[in-house]
């Protein structure tokens, strides 16, 4: 018993061997002085400390987080989502009136509304095919100009069925301003209009009742107004749902001057050389106002009347009604991307009270680490890149989200005046930059209040 009391004795008063701990050590300075040095965090410790604490105050506070992060989710997607779909529903809308043709100008007679050239008013104007060279000679804004010629209700019978039918007559120069495409065969050529055969395409409703047990009648006969006529091509099936003289797959089409020879509308029509009506279509889309100003002065000119009249021709303008559209579309996007930024501005207003919270519940942890040497900057860095990672990840969210959907969306059978969601980059760099404003908005705040927060305030503080 003496033995092991002294052997305990001797344990307790001998020095005993420690090891070291990782922290802070002393460093040498002018004058013996010395000082206490402690090794930082890098960026990647601190930002996944970070995302940890960020993760741990949503995880506090389930309900309030989630609609937290809702709301910036929701305000960005709304944003992406607005802008895609107006872009959708401008893209359909060009997509519909190119069916008929891109750029392009109908003009028709009509009647004066003013005297000119010593003649009174309400007088008709007739156009013929002269006034198709006057424009184009005299009219350099104008790239194509055609005339339009057709009759309503030509009989058309095949050796198997008949029925009555729009036959236009067309030219080269027609068809490269209407969209009327040949799916199989050929379309109308120049030799064909020079030469005068008796040549047709057939519309795609016209061939299913001409030749319904025969997809594909090239060479066939087909009598049109009791003339034999080859079948040389065959238009496609278009689902058309806006026209100004029927639907496309219901026409034929010939030789412009075989129409007028074998089944002119009238017969005055081909003595005096009259059209239906004048296309055209401007060398410079954008200068559409100059070119219908010289339009309508070379034909002023030409038929005694004051091109000031606008009764004397009655137009239909493509571009311009395509202006129009765009400019409706323009406004409804931004009236629905301020409600989207709205929404955003909202949803940094409740990242703002998150992080307002964390600070009021985390007091005490900000004066602890005050006193153990935390600077201002080092709390203020701290709250305002916890903030920063909450909207950002949130507005992550929302982009995935919509990205999704409009992918989703795309891959869908769509309406004819709907074209899909596209998203473009510049919107998602547009998106980008509300966000970070948003998120810098909403983080700097509460950074600010737990940076000017004194230890001694900050200790006793009771929640």
């Not at 034999?228 to 030789?255: A, F, H, R, T």
């Not at 395509?322 to 323009?330: N, R």
Request: glycine fraction near 8%.
């Amino acid at each position: 018993m003496p033995e092991r009391r002294d052997l305990a004795m001797s344990a307790a008063v001998e020095p005993q061997t420690l090891v070291a701990k990782p922290g802070p050590h002393l460093s040498a300075l002018p004058g013996g002085k010395r000082r206490a040095v402690t090794r930082g965090m890098n960026a990647t410790e601190l930002l996944w400390d970070l995302a940890v604490q960020t993760l741990a105050n949503l995880r506090r506070n389930k309900l309030r987080s989630f609609l937290t992060l809702f709301g910036i989710a929701w305000g960005i997607a709304s944003l992406v989502m607005m802008s895609a779909l107006s872009d959708g529903f401008r893209d359909g809308q060009r997509k519909n009136m190119s069916q008929i043709g891109d750029n392009i100008v109908f003009i028709w007679g009509g009647t004066t509304e003013m005297q000119a050239g010593g003649k009174r008013a309400g007088r008709r104007v007739f156009l013929t095919r002269q006034d198709v060279l006057t424009i184009r000679e005299q009219c350099p804004a104008v790239a194509v100009v055609a005339a339009e010629t057709k009759t309503e209700q030509v009989p058309v019978r095949s050796a198997t069925n008949a029925g009555r039918f729009l036959t236009v007559g067309v030219t080269p120069e027609y068809l490269k301003l209407r969209n009327l495409p040949v799916e199989q065969g050929r379309a109308v050529s120049d030799a064909d209009v020079r030469q005068e055969r008796r040549v047709a395409v057939l519309g795609a409703s016209v061939r299913k009742q001409l030749f319904e047990k025969k997809p594909v009648p090239l060479g066939e006969t087909v009598y049109v107004n009791s003339y034999p006529y080859e079948v040389i091509g065959l238009m496609p099936d278009k689902d058309q749902n806006s026209s100004y003289d029927g639907w496309d797959n219901d026409k034929v089409l010939v030789p412009e001057p075989v129409l007028l020879r074998d089944m002119p509308e009238k017969r005055e029509f081909y003595s005096e050389g009259r059209v239906n009506g004048i296309l055209y279509r401007p060398a410079v889309t954008k200068n559409w106002a100059e070119a219908q100003a010289e339009v309508r002065a070379a034909l002023g000119k030409a038929k005694d009347f004051d091109p000031k009249d606008k009764g004397a021709l009655d137009a239909w303008d493509m571009i311009e009604d395509a202006q129009m559209f765009d400019s409706i579309f323009d406004a409804g996007e931004i009236f629905l991307s301020v409600v989207a930024l709205v929404t955003l501005s909202l949803g940094g207003i409740g990242v703002m009270n998150t992080m307002m919270m964390a600070v009021s519940e985390r007091t005490n942890e900000i004066g602890l680490k005050k006193a153990l040497g935390a600077t201002k900057n080092r709390i203020l860095l701290e709250f305002f890149l916890e903030g920063l990672l909450l909207a950002v990840l949130s507005g992550a969210g929302g982009l995935i989200l919509v990205l999704t959907l409009a992918k989703l969306v795309n891959s869908l059978p769509l309406p004819q005046m709907f074209s899909g969601l596209p998203i473009h980059w510049n919107v998602l760099a547009l998106a980008t930059l509300a966000l970070g404003l948003v998120a810098v908005g909403a983080s700097l705040p509460p950074a600010r209040k737990a940076a000017e927060l004194t230890p001694v305030e900050a200790l006793r503080f009771e929640k």
